[in-house]
Structure formats: structure tokens, C-alpha cells
Nanobody, 126 residues
Framework: QVQLVESGGGLVQAGTSLRLSCAAS????????LAWFRQAPGKEREFVAA??????????AQYADSLKGRFRIFRDGATKTVLQMNSLKPEDTAVYYC?????????????????WGQGTQVTVSS
């Protein structure tokens, strides 16, 4: 079972940037689909972005439509995935979770993911 650990959350001002990292316990993670979800207080968990392995060291990224252009997901080595968040808004405040599933099909629904991190809090002040 892959274990995931997120880091990089914190309190930032609107308009600034923040980078979240997700470290996996296994190198086989490199072929997994890795996603970020977030959950704001009183709301359901929602899809943020995902990377899928397309062969070799190449990955394909997908994003929630509302976050395209501000957020970027990328792999950093065999066991780490990064979520770069720019131009942050107060509505981006949430607990951000890293999730993984085997295979190269991504889903924007959380039930398809079999491994989860503990979450990291991101708070954006206005």
C-alpha cells in the first residue's frame, strides 16, 4: 500500500503563491495516477488536478476547469508530486489532499483513489 505525505500548506495572503508537495513511500508510485483534492469547511471534497503516467518519464496533467491557468501539477522525481498554486484567492482555502491509484486512467471522483495522505491546510487571507 502506497503511503502519501503532504507538506507545504500554510497561511498566505491573496494573490500570492504556495507550493504543496506529496511524497510517496514507493518508487512504483512513478507509474501511478496521482491527484490533488481539496475540501473546504462545510463543502464536499473536490478534484483539483491529476497527473497520469504516459510512459518513460512523461506525464499528462489534468485540472479542474475552474483552476486551469492558476494551478500546476507536476512530478518531481520518482516519488514526489508538486502542486504549484498561483494567484491564490480566499476561496482556495481548504484542506488539500494527495491521492493515488494504480493505472494511467485519472478520475475526478475521489472514490477511485486507494491511497490518501493526511491532508495539509491552506488558508488564504483577503
Amino acid at each position: 500500500q502506497v503511503q502519501l505525505v503532504e507538506s507545504g500548506g500554510g497561511l498566505v495572503q491573496a494573490g500570492t503563491s504556495l507550493r504543496l508537495s506529496c511524497a510517496a513511500s514507493e518508487r512504483t508510485f512513478s507509474t501511478y495516477t496521482l491527484a490533488w483534492f481539496r475540501q473546504a469547511p462545510g463543502k464536499e471534497r473536490e478534484f483539483v488536478a491529476a497527473t497520469t503516467w504516459t510512459g518513460g518519464s512523461t506525464y499528462h496533467a489534468q485540472y479542474a476547469d475552474s483552476l486551469k491557468g492558476r494551478f500546476r501539477i507536476f512530478r518531481d522525481g520518482a516519488t514526489k508530486t508538486v502542486l504549484q498554486m498561483n494567484s491564490l484567492k480566499p476561496e482556495d482555502t481548504a484542506v488539500y489532499y494527495c491521492a493515488a491509484k494504480s493505472g494511467d486512467t485519472y478520475y475526478s471522483i475521489d472514490v477511485h483513489y486507494t491511497a490518501w495522505g493526511q491532508g495539509t491546510q491552506v488558508t488564504v487571507s483577503s
